[in-house]
């Protein structure tokens, strides 16, 4: 891969390949390692499904995403939510209406 976009750490991609046998792999391809990981260490992937000159293949991140621990929901984009239309009633527990 080398020269490729995805050439790039914590980046891959994965080409649909010909079965030489039965059990073959559908694809085949490389993943750049952005750090050093255990042995048993579980690396979160995320893939995107594309087409390339080379036929189908799977274009990989590595999904290092974590949530923010300092974030807190916005109290007007909650409220904004709560009152948004919902196809085929409402939910929310102080409707007048009684149907």
Do not use: C
Not at 1 to 6: N, P, V
Not at 16 to 24: L, N
Not at 30 to 50: C, F, H, S, T
Not at 63 to 85: F, I, L, S, V
């Amino acid at each position: 891969m080398s020269g490729t976009y995805a050439d790039k750490p914590g980046k891959g991609a994965i080409f649909s390949t010909e079965k030489k046998h039965e059990k073959g792999p559908d694809y085949k391809g490389n993943l750049i390692l952005d750090r050093d990981y255990k042995a048993g260490e579980a690396v979160k992937l995320a893939g995107w499904q594309k087409t390339s000159r080379r036929g189908p293949m799977v274009s990989l991140s590595i999904d290092a995403w974590k949530p923010d621990p300092d974030w807190k929901p916005d109290p007007d984009k909650q409220r904004e939510r709560e009152n948004t239309y919902r196809p085929g009633g409402s939910t929310r527990i102080d409707d007048d209406l009684p149907f």
